[in-house]
């Protein structure tokens, strides 16, 4: 008998770890080589993913479930409230996504779409400077399948992302597992306006990647054709701000990033 309760007792410590590992991949980027590994993206994992879910908005034509957790989860882990102050969309149809100070709580946002996409480019226009981001701050535009585990949960990922390091690259592409040599592309996504364009076009055997600075600046741009890119599943797209570790912005200030429209091109 005391052998069955031991043995229970363990299987329910396991099964509270995994749960609680849910941004591993996605959008996490806590890595502590000396060298930018960019997107340890700790996405959401199938039982925190959208889980708790505060709302829906429509946006960009189409229907997003937001993230709300009162407690820290993936990816930071962070808290992430679907209040009106996180997440919103203005009078011009814009999307705001903010990370705010809440009684000594910072809040983080996350929103996915109910529908999924598969193949096709998927495209987001910010007008938010990428270059200007805290290093503590990212920003995830990316798929992820909370239903299954397959193909590292079919994640591809673009991030705005200097993983706490000022001297570290801050555009990011990513086809998971970011372990893997060869999956991750980093460079120096430099700005002088506000306004840019990212997106990733996926097909059976490749994921081609740009950004380029509106009008017509190319930030920089990549084919992953290796032997990770995912098979179409049920994946939706995601976008999030949040914490590296779960650290405040060093300054202290609370941050907005905003993006302009999302369009999905079959």
């Not at 199938?46 to 937001?66: K, L, N, P, Q, R």
């Not at 995912?230 to 949040?242: S, V």
């Not at 914490?243 to 202290?252: E, V």
């Amino acid at each position: 008998m005391r052998k069955l309760i031991v043995i229970l007792f363990l299987g329910l410590a396991l099964f509270g770890c995994s749960q609680n590992s849910d941004y591993v991949s996605q959008n996490s980027g806590a890595n502590s080589s000396p060298a930018p590994v960019p997107s340890p993206t700790p996405s959401p994992s199938s039982s925190e993913a959208i889980g708790a879910v505060s709302g829906e908005i429509t946006w960009s034509g189409y229907t997003w479930e937001v993230k709300s957790y009162d407690y820290q989860v993936g990816p930071g882990p962070n808290y992430f409230s679907g209040s009106i102050d996180n997440v919103w969309v203005d009078g011009s149809g814009k999307l705001h996504l903010k990370i705010t100070n809440k009684n000594g709580k910072w809040y983080c946002a996350e929103l996915a779409t109910k529908k999924s996409f598969g193949y096709g480019t998927y495209r987001f226009n910010t007008s938010t400077r990428i270059d200007n981001l805290n290093e503590n701050v990212v920003v995830g535009l990316f798929t992820w399948d909370d239903t299954s585990g397959d193909y590292y949960n079919r994640e591809i990922d673009i991030e705005f992302a200097r993983w706490g390091n000022m001297a570290w690259p801050n555009l990011n592409y990513t086809v998971q597992p970011y372990g893997v040599a060869g999956n991750v592309r980093s460079t120096g996504g430099t700005m002088t306006g506000n306004s840019s364009t990212h997106s990733f076009k996926w097909q059976s055997g490749s994921v081609y990647f740009q950004s380029v600075e509106n009008p017509s600046k190319t930030m920089d741009s990549w084919t992953y054709s290796g032997a990770y890119v995912p098979p179409t599943g049920n994946e939706k797209t995601r976008i999030n701000l949040w914490l590296m570790n779960g650290t405040p912005p060093s300054d202290k200030k609370e941050v907005e990033f905003v993006i302009d429209k999302f369009e999905f091109v079959p």
